[in-house]
Structures are given as structure tokens and as C-alpha cells.
């Protein structure tokens, strides 16, 4: 539920529809030669891979993985709690495969950097590309999104926040103040 600071980007509507025109540019985008697979970063990754995956193939949907990128964080060391691991699940060979990452927001690069580490340490993928559902600037390393539903610009110090069932009771993106 929103917060009367909070201001919606998209609810549940437009979502659906960006989620159509990611599927559609990964389709379009794919190379023919190498076997397309999903993996969804950790949490918010997986449920959009998954909705991605039924949206390209239909009865045939892409397998779909899920990287945890908690001990490939740059940051690991300078946090004052111990992790927590919510394991990686690729239940598929990456090796000369189109590994599509996934994920909710793109802010800094530096989860999709360490999502690249991980998925690079169980094989050598004929290409690996990026999908995000929402791209809101600000990077710190040059890492940007082959896919992305929207670009929203965000005041620094700013979050946005996905919501996405199942995790959360509905779906929508908020821009949330700090």
C-alpha cells in the first residue's frame, strides 16, 4: 500500500504492459544460434523472469534460473550484519547459451555486476544481455540495460520501489521520497 509520501509510477495496468514490450525486445533481440535463458536477480528479478519467460515462448517458455549476488557484493566486508543467502538456482548449462539477466531497478550497476561475476563463475555464456523494468539512472560503474520497461528520473537520494506479487500484495512501481 502507498504512503501519502509516496508517488505511483505504474500500477498494475502499465506494468503489464511493459513487461509485453520487454518479452517482445528480447524476442526480437535474441541471436537464432544460442539457446535463450533467463536469470532473475534476487528477489524481484525472479518473478519478473518468470512472467518474462511465459510471455516469450508461450507453451515453450525459456528456462528460467535465479542468481543470489549476496557474496559477490562489493560492499560485503563493510556491512555490520551477516547476510543473508537466499541461493542461486540455475538449473541449466550457461555455457554457450544468451543468458538475459533480470532485474527490478537499475540505480547503480553494482548488483548487476556482481550478477555477472556469479553467472560467469558457472560457465562461459555466448552472450549475456540486461533486462530491467525500471532503468532510473545514477551509475556508478558503465553498466547499462539492453531491455528496459521505462526510464523514470529520480531526485538523488530518492528510491523506487517495485512491488510485485507474489512477493508483495499487488503490482506497482512507487517513487519514494527521502
Not at 553494482?110 to 561475476?117: E, G, I, L, P
Not at 520497461?149 to 537520494?157: I, L, N, S, T
Request: glycine share 8%; net charge negative.
Amino acid at each position: 500500500m502507498m504512503s501519502r509520501a509516496e508517488s505511483r509510477v505504474c500500477g498494475p495496468d502499465v506494468m503489464d504492459a511493459l513487461l509485453l514490450d520487454l518479452a517482445r525486445q528480447i524476442a526480437e533481440g535474441r541471436r537464432p544460434s544460442a539457446p535463450l535463458r533467463l536469470v532473475g536477480i534476487r528477489t524481484r528479478g525472479v518473478p519478473l523472469a518468470r512472467r518474462l519467460a511465459d510471455l516469450i515462448g508461450g507453451d515453450d517458455p525459456p528456462p528460467v534460473g535465479a542468481v543470489d549476488i549476496t557474496l559477490y557484493r562489493d560492499d560485503l566486508g563493510r556491512q555490520d550484519h551477516w547476510p543473508v543467502l537466499k541461493g542461486t538456482d540455475i538449473p541449466f548449462e550457461v555455457d554457450d547459451a544468451e543468458v538475459v539477466l533480470v532485474d527490478d531497478v537499475l540505480h547503480t550497476g553494482r548488483t548487476v555486476r556482481a550478477a555477472m561475476n556469479a553467472v560467469c563463475d558457472l560457465g562461459r555464456p555466448a552472450r549475456v544481455r540486461l533486462a530491467v523494468l525500471i532503468d532510473r539512472g545514477s551509475r556508478e560503474l558503465p553498466i547499462q540495460a539492453d531491455y528496459a520497461g521505462q526510464v523514470v528520473e529520480v531526485a538523488p537520494g530518492d528510491r523506487i520501489e517495485v512491488r510485485l506479487r507474489p512477493i508483495d500484495p499487488v503490482d506497482e512501481v512507487v517513487r519514494v521520497p527521502v
